[in-house]
T-cell receptor, first 111, second 110 residues
């Protein structure tokens, strides 16, 4: 069974601070996704990383895929209250759409 | 098309009752997925369809659960003889390069 562990489980910071959350696995994935989920809503895809060592930037968010394609990180610069939410990572292998999700990091950004 | 829609958004039922959830995927998305998410956890894969064919079912999908996609468009997920452990958010997603999730159907079994 492939598992994804996310850390920290909860993170509460002040507006303007930087943060990094992590997604780790003992298994290799062909691709890894990061989602953001708000209460009462479904997850929304932020980014997909495919190549080991890949770095993708989405405005203030920077995503990195580990060289061995087993782990990933999400760094947010100058966090804003609108960044508040549950950040989920998910790995895929041969069946696109059949994802293994981590349990997420709940981020709260206080104004 | 406004995305994946799910109905009902919330369902409260008594233990032992049957419930059915409906998912309308984005038009022309051939693959449709059902996931279950309990509080404090990430979504877990339940089953998926390629058009009308159900191609894979998770071991999480006990024999009380049945999913259909009769015409390759909308899908239903039925839970028979509900148990308190079935309380969760049931998420539907359709695939076109990426997964597009609906807003989910939250089930509470009393």
């Amino acid at each position: 069974t492939q598992l994804l562990e996310q850390s920290p489980q909860f993170l509460s910071i002040q507006e303007g601070e930087n943060l990094t959350v992590y997604c780790n696995s003992s298994s290799v994935f062909s691709s890894l996704q990061w989602y953001r989920q708000e209460p009462g809503e479904g997850p929304v895809l932020l980014v997909t990383v495919v190549t080991g060592g890949e770095v993708k930037k989405l405005k203030r968010l920077t995503f990195q895929f580990g060289d061995a394609r087993k782990d990933s990180s999400l760094h947010i610069t100058a966090a804003q209250p609108g960044d508040t939410g549950l950040y989920l990572c998910a790995g895929e292998n041969t069946n696109a759409g059949k994802s293994t999700f981590g349990d997420g990091t709940t981020l709260t950004v206080k104004p | 098309d406004t995305g994946v829609s799910q109905d009902p958004r919330h369902k409260i039922t008594k233990r032992g009752q049957n419930v059915t959830f409906r998912c309308d995927p984005i038009s022309e998305h051939n693959r449709l997925y059902w996931y279950r998410q309990t509080l404090g956890q990430g979504p877990e894969f339940l089953t998926y369809f390629q058009n009308e064919a159900q191609l894979e079912k998770s071991r999480l999908l006990s024999d009380r659960f049945s999913a259909e996609r009769p015409k390759g468009s909308f899908s239903t997920l039925e839970i028979q003889r509900t148990e308190q452990g079935d309380s969760a958010m049931y998420l539907c997603a359709s695939l076109y390069g990426e997964l597009f999730f609906g807003e989910g159907s939250r089930l509470t079994v009393l």
